[in-house]
């Protein structure tokens, strides 16, 4: 327990002084923040339909961010996480409106798993590779693969081979035996959060208790002592990069299988991007990830209530949430505070 | 003779540590004075307080009579007090006038090198430090390099000379050299502040010691009224068995058998050259050299971490130089790498998944790929009592504990699995008394067991105390094999730095 305590207490400070952050920003631009606080809880939280929006606004971070964080965790920097969600969106879809009078068990199923694969092969085999075997840089392949993807479903969808008749550029509408079905009725909410819920039990599982777990960890810690100890390290470095793109896959399939059912040209809210936040903000810890997932797709939700409601523009939102990560990535700033601060009490006791 | 440095109780308290606590020290003018201690008992401290890099807590310097309150090194060096540190503080590329008088050029704004190389031979003539001031400092060696070091602070008046570690990096004919050299200091005048924890060099150069431990000053004594194990046990506070005691050497039959082995280094440069040697079981093959003479090259191609480029590598009578890492570790072999942080441990991993770097993946450890966990605590909390490893929590992680209970996590991995071969780099490099008694012991124990054990050290004193046979390496090439009952320190040192011995004492 007390371990946990401390383990969460960094990341929630980081929130927290964020949060402080904001409302000085409101007060000197004119806003109440505590009335907009209010209705940006309000929006995420206040009703039954907001938090199941929240909650499906959720499911896409949760697992694109588990993707991210098993990448992190041994040691890369998976940024082209966007790119695998969307490669994995592309395939749902195809899969999902080309396959006609299959059973949902097995129509569904075989969506997610190609798509699984799809992102996997598109994270694994040309940045791992390049990373394992030429030393290429990851940031760099995973990005560059990212907007090859991005830009593929571009022409995929004006006037290419996916794109529906018409003069909109968006795919057709995946049959019913494909759609993850809704849990509340004029909500976004799928049954598609147990897959995200489920995911993140299984990446735990997978990274803290298996050989293979420990292994990745092990090359993200300390390559020269994982070659040292016998392990391949290329090849862990392939896998992990693989497996992260095999989540952010997974994660655009559930979007398009639950949410949107078809693929148009703005289906992605920077899912990939964000998913970064929720692992650096989870420590990467797959339990973790759901719950700063949580806090992400509130701000996004809440920030569209608060818009309407207290007339905060939205892009406040986005200015805790650039907030959050700078405090989360300089977590030795708050160190440095906090050792200032216990300085000077100690100065006021002794005086 | 007058105190020319005076430290009375002096504390300096870190956070969580205090890291001098009531320090006291006397030197003599023209005296050695050599402190004594295990790591982190505070003698760094304190040297930094004297060279005024630390201000102390409490207590206070006198040096000349003179109450000292140091701002920081210049002081301490304008007040006469120089330092050598263990790392030199010299710029390669620069000659050797240019960095003794860096920041202390003789005349204005242009460098005048004629007048710079002049005062330092008339400062190396008085000294006996013989030194070409033109030369560039990256060439020359290590015992030269602190000869440099040596002259910088006289260039700057030193009447107190501290030398942190001094012999760390030299052969033993340097080490002579250095005390040569401090000898004719002494008769100068010049007081000389050795550390140490080298028992044979205090004893042999100071003529006084203070032993330091956790943070104090235990004892201060006259070299020639004490000895080496009256020393150690003020050091570690308790009888230390300073004698390595080593049964009758009763070799087995060959179980590392390496021939004509060459390798090379990431620039294709052969850095091992035709080396061949063997080991038998109930057997400590101790190699010798001098850093960067192709130890870490071997090493790396036996435990397949490098590739070779030609030779043969037998074990047990079969050829294994193709045979990946782990495979080897399979075998029964077992590795001790030389930098334990960046080699031997995951230092963000605990030690109970430390302890299993190498074996997660037996059936003892882990079923169709899930970790036994229960099996992990059990297996670390039994080496942690076997190996007294401090603190016993094994949830810690690697990166927390003391620098000397890392390296008992890797002994603990390496000898506790009962290897039939043990390749043990500078097991004790950086580890203080008591540890290496204890690391000493541990190898011994597994020789006597029959396992073969390739001792790689740069430590002289460690190669001959626990090898029954020494091979000496310089340059990549074997030099000699020798007996360890015969070996002598001149013999040895003559071949690390790569004369050959006209007569062979000893046929192998």
């Given at each position: 327990m007390k371990k946990l305590l401390k383990s969460i207490y960094m990341p929630i400070l980081a929130v927290i002084i964020a949060i402080i952050i904001g409302s000085i920003i409101m007060l000197v631009t004119g806003f109440n923040p505590l009335s907009a606080y209010a209705s940006l809880f309000i929006g995420a939280f206040g009703t039954l339909p907001n938090i199941a929006n929240t909650l499906a606004n959720a499911v896409p971070l949760i697992i694109t961010g588990l993707g991210v964080a098993i990448a992190f965790d041994a040691?890369?920097?998976?940024?082209g996480a966007e790119g695998q969600y969307w490669i994995g969106a592309i395939v749902a879809t195809w899969i999902g409106y080309s396959?006609?009078?299959?059973p949902w068990y097995i129509h569904i199923p075989f969506a997610l798993i190609a798509a699984m694969i799809a992102g996997g092969l598109w994270g694994g085999i040309v940045p791992g590779f390049a990373k394992a075997?030429?030393?290429?840089?990851e940031v760099i392949t995973t990005m560059m693969m990212s907007y090859v993807a991005i830009y593929f479903s571009h022409y995929l969808l004006e006037?290419?081979?996916m794109m529906e008749k018409g003069s909109v550029p968006q795919s057709p509408l995946i049959k019913d035996s494909a759609v993850i079905p809704t849990?509340?009725?004029?909500?976004?909410?799928?049954?598609?959060i147990f897959i995200a819920i489920a995911a993140a039990l299984f990446v735990y599982w997978l990274m803290y208790k298996t050989v293979w777990g420990y292994e990745m960890r092990a090359v993200g810690f300390n390559q020269r002592a994982s070659k040292y100890a016998g392990m391949n390290v290329p090849l862990n470095i392939v896998l992990s990069l693989s497996l992260s793109g095999i989540f952010a896959g997974l994660a655009g399939a559930v979007q398009i299988l639950g949410v949107q059912h078809r693929l148009y040209?703005?289906?992605?809210?920077g899912y990939g991007y964000t998913a970064i936040v929720v692992a650096l903000l989870a420590k990467n810890n797959p339990i973790g990830v759901v719950f700063s997932a949580l806090l992400f797709a509130a701000l996004g939700t809440g920030s569209q209530y608060m818009q309407l409601n207290?007339?905060?523009?939205?892009?406040l939102a986005d200015v805790i949430t650039g907030l959050i990560i700078f405090f989360v990535a300089a977590d030795k700033i708050i160190e440095v505070l906090k050792s200032m601060f216990k300085k000077q009490k100690k100065e006021e006791l002794a005086s | 003779m007058s105190a020319l440095l005076e430290v009375n109780n002096i504390t300096k308290i870190f956070p969580k540590v205090r890291?001098?606590?009531?320090v006291n020290l006397v030197v003599e003018e023209g005296e050695i004075h050599a402190i004594l201690g295990e790591n982190g008992a505070g003698k760094s401290t304190l040297m930094n307080i004297i060279y005024g890099l630390y201000r102390p807590d409490s207590g206070e310097l006198k040096f000349n009579g003179e109450v000292l309150n140091l701002s920081g090194p210049h002081e301490a060096i304008e007040k006469g007090i120089g330092m050598v540190h263990q790392h030199f503080m010299l710029?390669?590329?620069?000659?050797v006038a240019e960095n003794i008088v860096l920041?202390?050029?003789?005349?204005?704004?242009?460098?005048n090198r004629k007048k710079a190389n002049e005062l330092i031979r008339e400062i190396s003539r008085n000294y006996h430090?013989?030194?070409?001031?033109?030369?560039?400092?990256?060439?020359?060696s290590v015992g030269l390099q602190q000869r440099v070091e040596i002259l910088k602070a006289f260039y700057r008046h030193a009447k107190l000379l501290i030398l942190d570690?001094?012999?760390?990096?030299?052969t033993p004919q340097e080490t002579e050299e250095l005390f040569g050299i401090m000898r004719n200091l002494k008769k100068q005048g010049i007081s000389i502040i050795f550390i140490s924890h080298k028992l044979d060099e205090v004893k042999e150069i100071s003529d006084k010691v203070t032993v330091m431990r956790r943070g104090k000053t235990v004892g201060t004594l006259n070299t020639k009224e004490t000895n080496e194990q009256e020393l150690a046990n003020l050091m570690v506070g308790r009888e230390v068995v300073?004698?390595?005691e080593k049964s009758e050497y009763n070799p087995g039959d060959v179980v590392l058998s390496v021939k004509d082995l060459t390798v090379s280094d990431e620039q294709n440069i052969?850095?091992?050259?035709n080396v061949s040697f063997d080991i038998r079981s109930g057997e400590i093959f101790g190699l010798a050299g001098?850093?960067?003479?192709g130890q870490t090259e071997l090493i790396e191609a036996l435990m397949g971490l490098r590739p070779i480029k030609s030779g043969i590598i037998k074990y047990n009578n079969n050829?294994?130089?193709?045979?990946p890492t782990r495979e080897r570790y399979k075998l029964g072999i077992s590795y001790i790498p030389q930098d334990r942080q960046q080699?031997?441990?995951?230092?963000?991993?605990?030690v109970a998944d430390n302890l299993i770097l190498?074996?997660?993946?037996n059936s003892q450890y882990s079923k169709n790929g899930v970790i036994q966990y229960k099996r992990v605590f059990e297996n670390a909390s039994k080496k942690v009592e076997e190996f007294d490893?401090?603190?016993?929590?094994?949830?810690?992680?690697?990166?927390?504990?003391?620098g000397g209970n890392q390296q008992k996590i890797i002994l603990a991995r390496e000898v506790g699995s009962n290897p039939k071969l043990l390749i043990a780099v500078?097991?004790?490099?950086?580890?203080d008394v008591g540890a290496i008694e204890y690391i000493h012991k541990r190898l011994l124990q597994l020789r006597d067991e029959g396992s073969a054990i390739l001792l790689v050290s740069l430590e002289l004193e460690e190669i001959m105390s626990l090898s029954d046979r020494i091979g000496v390496i310089h340059n990549g090439v074997i030099m000699d094999i020798l007996d360890g009952k015969f070996a002598t320190r001149e013999k040895i040192g003559l071949l690390m730095a790569g004369s050959q011995i006209d007569a062979k004492e000893v046929e192998v």
């Open positions: 040691g890369l920097f998976n940024i396959f006609k009078g299959l075997y030429t030393g290429a840089h006037f290419g081979p849990i509340l009725r004029n909500t976004q909410l799928s049954y598609g040209d703005s289906f992605t809210s207290a007339q905060v523009p939205g892009q | 890291a001098n606590d009531g710029i390669p590329v620069l000659t920041g202390a050029e003789p005349s204005g704004i242009s460098y430090l013989e030194i070409d001031p033109d030369a560039k400092v990256k060439d020359l570690e001094p012999t760390a990096m030299l300073l004698r390595v052969e850095k091992v050259k001098i850093d960067g003479n050829n294994i130089e193709k045979l080699e031997g441990l995951i230092m963000k991993f605990s190498k074996e997660y993946k490893i401090r603190p016993t929590d094994y949830n810690l992680l690697a990166g927390n504990l003391s500078q097991p004790t490099r950086g580890m």
